[in-house]
């Protein structure tokens, strides 16, 4: 059954560290022990399964992986000894210009190798299973591939499996108006190993994901989908801003743990055809 | 730019909307940080808020991944500059952080004490588990 659980920020600490009993796992970014906090991934290590998440190896950018990022995000790694590591399908910099966030890469077949070569190197450095994310982009990028062809690619050319950000999903359906449910089909289900899941925010007609408000109904619908759709392991939920008290929390782990025992499709019953969705 | 070589038929293809949306949602992802990290100060700063961020962030893109905090610090460095008013124990907090000192200690005037601004000595700390800390001493009168 998936583990539910939170990803960790400085806020939440206490809480999270006090051992709530509805959180199952927690997951970290790795970013924010570049510096400092050791003695608090021993801490989660020792208490929950973990999980290391990062922000910013930019595996979309042609040319050598940041070194002193690489070298951060392993030196965290081997600290907290993860289940499995994770970033994104997207990049953050160029040669020129670190732009600190997560942009879009174009789904092509140049892309794909650049993209599997650094998951392989990655995966390699830190002898962890690397899982990569879908992102929300207002710009759509066409390649030869569509996204969810290019991200099948990549875990069969890479041997990496999927973190899949539900509400990127929906945001990006409602952006770009498309199916969610099509986008998903087109997925391989058993290479989907872990969701992200926070709310949505709706700002002049434009969806984004902020990760600043609880889950929206409309969401929760998608959400189970992706549970029948998937042996999922790990359920992570994300806030980032807006941080409601424990309880508001704890209530919401608590409806995906429900989440997970009405629709969960993780006991390797079924072909991954078996699973695909109507569409 | 050193991404994938895109041909000049994708780059003819952008919709320029799209790029334009894509641009300013990573400008409002650091307004946003700079939101959460000096809340006061933002909302000191009232409607022309935004305006002032927009002009600083057009001069200045911080790196590196301590990127936001050193962002707010900046930013409250380039409303100083322009003898606007910031909330100073935000500051010290950011800079704090930022800075990685073990402890810091600050006289402010805008000690938050439910909701409203005190006089106060201000000690910065990390803890056990190095998460940053803050208690002020003040005067209850």
């Known amino acids: ?279 | 730019m050193g991404v994938v070589q895109p041909t000049s038929a994708h780059l003819a293809a952008l919709n320029p909307d799209a790029l334009q949306a894509q641009a300013d949602t990573l400008l409002n992802k650091r307004l946003h940080e700079l939101n959460n990290l000096l809340p006061r100060t933002i909302g000191m700063l009232g409607p022309e808020g935004r305006s002032y961020i927009l002009r600083f962030a057009s001069d200045y893109w911080p790196t590196g991944h301590l990127r936001h905090l050193e962002d707010a610090w900046r930013f409250c460095d380039f409303l100083k500059i322009k003898g606007i008013s910031i909330c100073q124990s935000e500051y010290n907090w950011v800079r704090f952080i930022f800075s990685r000192k073990r402890a810091s200690v600050h006289w402010v005037r805008d000690f938050d004490v439910r909701g409203k601004s005190r006089f106060a000595l201000q000690f910065l700390y990390w803890n056990r588990n190095g998460v940053p800390q803050e208690f002020g001493l003040y005067s209850r009168l």
């Open chain 1, 1 to 279: 059954m998936a583990l539910v659980g939170v990803g960790y920020r400085r806020q939440l600490a206490r809480w999270i560290l006090s051992n709530p009993p509805d959180i199952h796992s927690v997951e970290i970014t790795a970013e924010h022990f570049f510096d400092s906090g050791d003695d608090i991934l021993r801490t989660l290590s020792a208490a929950y399964p973990l999980y290391v998440h990062g922000l910013g190896l930019s595996l979309g950018t042609p040319g050598p992986i940041d070194s002193a990022t690489l070298d951060n995000f392993a030196g965290v790694v081997k600290i907290a000894d993860p289940e499995w590591i994770s970033d994104h399908v997207a990049f953050t910099r160029t040669d020129e210009v670190d732009l600190g966030h997560l942009n879009p890469i174009q789904p092509s077949i140049e892309t794909l190798k650049v993209i599997a070569d650094h998951a392989i190197e990655i995966s390699e450095r830190c002898n962890k299973r690397l899982i990569l994310e879908n992102i929300t982009s207002h710009l759509e990028l066409k390649g030869e591939l569509s996204e969810p062809e290019f991200l099948n690619r990549l875990c069969e050319k890479s041997g990496c499996g999927l973190l899949l950000d539900v509400t990127n999903l929906f945001i990006n359906s409602r952006n770009h108006r498309f199916d969610p449910r099509t986008w998903l089909s087109e997925l391989d289900p058993s290479n989907i190993v872990q969701l992200h899941v926070t709310g949505y925010s709706l700002i002049n007609g434009v969806w984004e994901d902020f990760h600043a408000e609880p889950i929206q109904d409309d969401l929760w619908e998608l959400i189970y989908e992706a549970l029948d759709y998937a042996p999922v392991q790990v359920l992570a939920l994300e806030r980032d801003t807006n941080f409601p008290d424990a309880r508001e929390l704890e209530d919401e782990l608590r409806k995906l743990e429900g989440a997970v025992a009405n629709h969960r499709s993780d006991d390797g019953s079924g072909t991954p055809a078996d699973r695909r969705l109507p569409t």
